[in-house]
Each structure stands twice: as C-alpha cells, then as structure tokens.
C-alpha cells in the first residue's frame, strides 16, 4: 500500500530536517548571514537621518528573504546526490506529495531562520515587537509561504544545470517582487501602529499570490521532474 | 496483470537526446521466470534503456508497460548520504507502505549489512553501498527487477547473494532484467540474452547452456553486421 499525498509530505519533510539537523549546512550560513544583514543595515544606518521605523521592514524582508534563498536551493541539490530524487520517482506515491514535503521542509527551515532572526532584529533596530507579534508572524507566514512554494519549485528545475545557485536568485527574483513589496508595506504598517484597513490592500495581494502560485507550482511540478 | 501477462512490454520504444538517437525501435517482453541479460558496449544505450524501463524517462516514440511491483538498481545508489542504512529502508518503507521492523532487519541481514545497519551511508565502501542499493530496490518484495550493472563494486559473497535473488526470481515466477559486463557470474542464471549495438537491441536470444565466451562471439558477430 502506497503513501497517501500527506504519508509522503510528511516522510519527505521529516527526512529532510533529519539531514539538516545532522549536516546543519544551509542552517549556519542562514544565521550567520542574517546576523550580518541586521548588523550592516544597523550600522549603516545615519539615525540624524533615518529613523529605525523607516530602515526597520525592509532591514528585516531583505534578511529574511535572502537567508530563506541559502535553503532553499540546498532542498533538491540534497535529491541530486547519488540521484536520490530517481529514488522518489519510483515510488509509488504521489509526486505533488514529494513537491508538499519539500515545500514543508523549506517552511519549517525558514520558520527557524526568522524566529531566531526576529528578536536579533528587535534588539539591533530597538523595535518592540511582542505587542504586534501575531500580525507580524501573520504577514511573516503569508509572505514565506509565497517564496519558499515558488522557490522550491524553481529549484527543483534549476538544480540539474550548471550554475544552479546563481540561477535560482536570478528566476525567483521577478516572483518575489509582488510578496515581498507586499509584506515590506504591511510589516511597515504593523511596526508603525497604522490602522489594518491601511495596508487591508496588500493583504489581498499576498493571499491572492498564495493561491495563485501555491496552486499553479503544485500543477507545475510533475512536468518539472519529468526527463 | 495475471501471470500470462508479460511483466514487462516494450513495444517500439526509441528514445533521443537533441538530435542523437540513444535508443532506437526497442521492443521486447518479459514474463515470469525470466532472466534477460542485455549486454553491448559502452555506450550502447544499456543504461538509458533501463532508465526508460524504470520510467524514469520518456520515450520519445513507442510505449513501456510494466507491472505495478518493480525495484530498479541503476549506477547511482539513489541513498542519503547523511542517513544511515536502517533510515534510508525506513525512509523508502514509508513511501513502500512497508513499516515492519522485522522485514527491514531480514532484508538488512539479507544483503550483509545488518552490523553495519546504524553507520552512515556517507562511510561505506562502494561495495556496500551497492548492497544497500539491492536492499532498497528489493523493498517492494517486487515481481519485476532492473538491475544496471549490480555485480559492480560487489566481492564474491555480495556476487552470490546477487545470483541467489536472480535464481529466487527465476523459481519464483518473476522476471529480471539487467546489464552487465560481468557475464560469467550471471550467464548460467539468464534466461535470454539481449544484444545491443548503437541503440538498437539487434536480437533476443534464449542463453540454452551457452557460456559467457559463446555470448561474447555471438554478440561480436551481430555487431560487425551492424
């Protein structure tokens, strides 16, 4: 009896985190990357000038994008060694599930990046955040969900060629543009006290991308796997 | 399918990559209790031929079909490196449905790694690591086997274990298809022998008692009319 589309979400996701926990490559270099981001924008910054509410959303969207993007090519170059991923074709379970356990696997590892990255940025740009957290971690989850689906799938077809972790950045840029704009301004809305029906807007943009790209990578990835 | 089906049917497959034709008009089927050999030089189109068995690529004209039950070793182990051997046949079980300890353990025990079941993969020999490949490909318990050189990287008790499942295959109804250029280990086991030459599978012939010498002259003569 062959795994149900979450059986094989779940045994994909796990067996990744397994080997990340093991390995913890894309882990250190997304840390210590994101420290190095809050620190140059900290330090950057000319606070006669710019206030921390102004540098503080894009600060913490640049570090949280960029860092998500050192893990998430590693999700199928982990599939290429020994060609595993011939090993997941063959099975008999469902491909989208192979496609969800990445895309799980990717959440979970970018979740640990930016809860271990948000209080380093409350400290560096002296933001308070506890009494704003559920929106921020709201708009944090509506945002990573669009780029870690899309990235994932980017990186399942990039991943074969020659210059794979400068592909993925180069394709998955123009895709990023519309959720990360997105959660720059709500975040910035957020951190600001501003009213919801303010930036109500681009919360309809970045569910509206959610569906959309959620739904068209997971129709998309069988052809992507496909020789 | 039943037992009078054939496991396995290729009819006209052909495959190209770009404008070079790897594979061409290929068409041959297995049944219960076969064991195909298919040999030919490098670059014959072995390797591609089982990939497009497997499925694990399209052909670009004709059809395989196969049993639902298959297990395929190719020249890439398809293991993680960074899991030990128990937790890839744990890992793979899961996608199989095959959750019991015990099983995994007898098929550990099976292809001689039990001892070493809790080391990673990344510290085995290239003869292990072929091992554990057999062990993941036998997983299933599958009716149809696609072996790419297996013998590689194996001693002589690995090549006997590998000629008991062929002979275990052949009793049991199953069906076996694999390369090799080791042809004495596993000729008196083949039922048929498969020549291929530049794409094309130029004949399928029943072994009957030939030797690993007669099979080499034989498949030396279909080339040189090629």
Known sequence: MSSSLWGTAFAVAAKDLKIEWRTKTAFASSLVFAVLVLAIFYFSRDSTVVSELDIAPAAIWVTFTFAAMLGLNRAFLLEQENRAIDGLLLSPVPRTGIFV??????????????????????????????????????????????????????????????????????????????????????????????????????????????????????????????? | MTRSEPLLAVADVSRRFGYRKVIEQVSFEVGGGDVLLLIGHNGAGKTTLIRLLAGLLSPNEGTVSRCDSFGVVTHDSMLYDSLSARENLQFYGRLYG???????????????????????????????????????????????????????????????????????????????????????????????????????????EPV???????????????????
């Open chain 1, 101 to 227: 356990g990445k895309i799980l696997g990717n959440l979970a590892f970018v979740a640990v990046v930016e809860l271990v990255s948000l209080p380093l940025f409350s400290l560096f740009f002296n933001v308070p955040i506890l009494h704003v957290l559920p929106s921020l971690l709201g708009v944090a989850a509506m945002a990573t969900i669009a780029f870690v689906t899309v990235g994932t799938l980017l990186s399942a077809m990039v991943v074969r060629t020659r210059f794979a972790e400068l592909m993925l950045p180069i394709l998955l840029l123009p895709f990023l543009v519309p959720p990360i704009i997105g959660a720059v301004q709500i975040t910035a809305g957020i951190l600001a006290g501003r009213p919801m029906s303010e930036f109500a807007g681009w919360l309809k943009l970045l569910g509206a991308f959610d569906i959309a790209f959620v739904t068209a990578c997971l129709l998309l990835f069988e052809a992507t796997v496909e020789e």
């Open chain 2, 98 to 204: 095959r959750h019991d300890a015990d099983k995994l353990d007898d098929l550990l025990r099976r292809v001689g790694l039990h001892e070493h079941a809790d080391r990673h993969v990344i510290t085995y020999s290239r003869g292990m690591v072929q091992r554990l490949a057999l062990a993941r490909a036998l997983l299933p318990d599958p009716d149809l086997l696609l072996l790419d050189e297996p013998l590689t990287g194996l001693d002589d008790s690995a090549s006997g274990m590998v000629r008991e499942i062929l002979s275990e295959f052949r009793t049991r109804n199953r069906a076996v298809v694999l390369t090799t250029h080791q042809l004495a280990d596993v000729v008196d086991l083949a039922t048929d022998v498969g020549y291929m030459v530049a794409g094309k599978l130029t004949a399928i």
């Open chain 2, 208 to 226: 009957e008692g030939r030797d690993a010498r007669a099979v080499t002259m034989r498949y030396r003569e279909l080339a040189s009319n090629v």
